[in-house]
């Protein structure tokens, strides 16, 4: 018993040392520099927190038991008084992990509640023996404070929504393309799922905060977060495009990584200025980040009102005449008439019938000279009106002024005059207008553009004395990876175009390169260029795509070099899988070379012999994957080994973004049983790259056999 009673003594003594320790390191921690060792005694702190809560809340459960003997009273106190000592170190050991990268308020209210939890433990402890009828609900303020304190620092370790996303509602509102706003919609969800964990109030590693506009704008300590324009030097597309094991990877690996669209969206955005307030809209068509969001935005507008009677509908459907759904299990509906022959003007009196679900007529090239439009004024949710070269009015044009909820409306080809302003500054929601070849005066259009800022009106294309750039033709193919050949459509919206191209990779131009007339078959492995071009117009800027032939299939492929663990994907199955890695070498369908060069050997039937080896490879600088320092191929004639290429490959000059390449090689006509294939990686990035002196990536997902 003595030995106990001093044991109880010295913990009861400690508690006043941990309690003095902690208002130190809470009130003046600022000002004491931490040694090393002690940083590791704070980062036990989430190993430690889990004693002294059960302890404490096992030791205030005696406080409620009735008629409490001598021995039961021991037991509670033991379990209050080394809870309290736990909670005494837990306190210190999270102080002393606050000192890396932890401040903000929900911190310090995490802190000191902390503090409180203790303390409140001490009092339950020194004065359990009395009769004070404060006791029990002082042990219930001390359970609350511990829970308290628990989900605060949950919050600042997982997040402040970790306790209740379970039972959160997993569906994400849709946002149309229209509306969406590139920052908040597009590129904000990915920094709050994958980086606000490290970066936000309470824990703000490197200095670097990612939950306000501000701290975004100001980076970090290592420098900008994003430079508008700038991926080299913007931090956040550094990190993201590092190797997943080298240290400055973003997110970390032991984190949950950016998917591939993310970061193509993260890059794009960075590229096309960092603009935090632009619509998705405002962006160029052609460009990467309006393409990317396109894709992950709906262009499907929801609408609340109950579908048309489907009888309706097919009654109304006729030779001139066509009502469909504005999409698939749409209520809403598209009117379009044909046939300026066969439009009866009382047809569209029909239309009431469905005027509430109607949000888009196209009346383009009808004759509605005279005709009485201001019926239209009861279709409540129409939206978008096409008036084009149909002898539209002031008059009419002022009939239709009503139109609460009209967005777009096209009246090109119309003697509409400078008397129909006012009629279209009434349109409340208006925010698209079509104006080509009006009666308005070069003063009415000024004043359209000076009163209406926020529509985007469209007066059409004068091109005197200035030359514009076409945009780039669209490639249109099956599939990247063929077996035996695939057919190739280039397409451009402006029909009266030339589209030259080529298939060897060079830039077409307008005089020598082939005249794009119909569908190309590619029948090998093939980096096609496109171009397109037309009278005092400036060429467009390249298209191109690598479509790769699958070709003869390799009966083995072994491996003489590992790949690095972190990319070996399905080892040698992947080289002749037949299956075309996407432009992103963490997707786990590359094998990827940094320490060992890419080494590998490839048989084939005998009766099958190739012409042709095409390697497919990943280029990505930003990545550290550049092409490989020196190529290498062998055949294997008999017994014996014959060097049949030894070459050093066309290196980058510049950073661009993640893309297919190929290097391809003719084969002897000789008697050959095998290929064998070396590819080195760069010793040492070009001082030109952010990591200059560095090793750098070859990454390879297939080698293909052509006959």
């Not at 932890?102 to 802190?111: A, P």
């Not at 009092?123 to 359970?143: E, T």
């Not at 679900?357 to 004024?377: A, H, R, T, Y």
Request: glycine share 6%; proline share 6%.
């Amino acid at each position: 018993m003595p030995k106990i009673h001093r044991i109880q003594q010295i913990l009861e003594n400690s508690l006043f040392a941990w309690l003095g320790l902690a208002l130190i390191l809470a009130i003046a921690g600022n000002s004491i520099e931490i040694p090393s060792w002690l940083q590791v005694v704070g980062r036990s702190h989430p190993l430690l927190l889990h004693f002294p809560i059960v302890l404490l809340i096992f030791g205030v459960v005696f406080f409620w038991l009735p008629d409490k003997n001598s021995e039961v009273k021991e037991i509670g106190s033991f379990s209050l008084l080394i809870g309290s000592n736990f909670a005494g170190i837990t306190v210190i050991a999270g102080l002393l992990l606050a000192k890396e990268d932890y401040e903000g308020s929900e911190l310090n209210w995490h802190q000191w509640m902390g503090i409180a939890a203790y303390g409140i433990s001490m009092l339950l402890y020194f004065y359990r023996n009395s009769k004070a009828q404060l006791l029990k609900p002082l042990s219930l303020v001390l359970v609350l404070s511990v829970v308290v304190t628990g989900h605060l620092g949950a919050n600042l370790t997982h997040g402040s929504d970790f306790l209740l996303a379970p039972i959160k509602s997993n569906e994400t509102p849709k946002v149309q393309l229209a509306d969406a706003r590139v920052f908040e919609d597009l590129v904000q969800p990915i920094l709050e799922s994958k980086c606000q964990s490290c970066h936000k109030e309470g824990k703000i590693k490197g200095e670097l905060r990612l939950d306000q506009l501000e701290g975004i704008r100001k980076g970090g300590k290592s420098g900008p977060f994003v430079l508008a324009g700038n991926t080299e030097e913007s931090l956040l597309t550094q990190r993201i495009h590092l190797p997943k094991e080298e240290k400055k990877h973003m997110p970390p690996k032991n984190k949950e990584q950016l998917t591939e669209e993310e970061i193509e969206i993260l890059t794009a955005w960075v590229n096309s200025g960092a603009d935090f307030e632009k619509k998705v809209r405002e962006l160029p068509a052609e460009s990467d980040l309006f393409m990317l969001a396109s894709q992950k935005f709906t262009n499907e507008k929801t609408y609340d009102f109950e579908e048309a009677d489907p009888d309706d509908i097919a009654e109304l459907n006729n030779f001139f005449r066509k009502v469909n759904p504005l999409y698939p299990e749409s209520p809403a509906l598209e009117v379009s008439y044909f046939g300026i022959s066969a439009f009866d003007p009382n047809s569209l009196e029909d239309l009431k019938k469905v005027k509430e679900q109607v949000v888009k007529i196209n009346l383009n090239k009808m004759p509605l000279e005279g005709i009485d439009l201001s019926f239209l004024k009861t279709f409540s949710n129409l939206e978008e009106l096409q008036l084009n070269f149909s002898d539209l009015t002031d008059d009419q044009l002022a009939e239709l002024s009503q139109l609460e909820n009209l967005e777009s409306l096209a009246i090109s080809g119309n003697p509409i005059s400078d008397s129909s302003i006012p009629s279209i500054l009434k349109f409340k929601n208006l925010r698209k207008l079509f104006a080509w070849q009006t009666g308005l005066s070069e003063a009415g259009k000024q004043e359209l553009k000076e009163k209406i800022t926020d529509v985007e009106i469209d007066f059409g294309f004068n091109a005197a004395n200035v030359n514009y750039e076409l945009n780039a033709p669209k490639l249109v193919y099956d599939e990247i990876l063929f077996q035996d050949s695939t057919l190739l459509e280039i397409k451009h919206p402006i029909k009266t175009v030339e589209i030259r191209y080529t298939l060897d990779g060079t830039k077409p131009d307008s005089i020598n390169s082939p005249l794009y007339t119909e569908p190309v078959w590619v029948k090998n492995t093939s980096k096609i260029n496109a171009r397109v071009f037309a009278k005092d117009w400036i060429g467009s800027a390249e298209e191109s795509i690598l479509l790769f032939k699958s070709g003869i299939h390799p009966s083995e492929v072994t491996l003489l070099k590992e790949p690095n663990k972190q990319y070996k994907a399905q080892e040698g199955r992947t080289l002749n899988d037949q299956i075309k890695g996407k432009n992103n070498h963490t997707t786990g369908e590359w094998l990827g070379y940094q320490d060992n060069p890419f080494d590998v050997e490839v048989k084939f039937d005998p009766n099958k012999r190739p012409s042709r080896v095409v390697l497919s490879l990943l280029y990505s600088e930003s990545a550290y994957i550049f092409p490989p320092q020196q190529a290498e191929v062998w055949v294997k004639e008999g017994t014996s080994w014959r060097s049949v290429i030894n070459e050093v490959p066309e290196q980058s000059t510049e950073a661009k973004n993640a893309r297919f390449e190929a290097l391809a090689y003719d084969l002897p006509a000789s008697d050959f049983s095998s290929i064998r294939i070396r590819l080195t990686p760069i010793a040492k990035l070009p001082s030109w790259h952010p990591g200059a002196g560095s090793k750098g990536w070859v990454f390879v997902d297939e080698v293909l056999l052509e006959d």
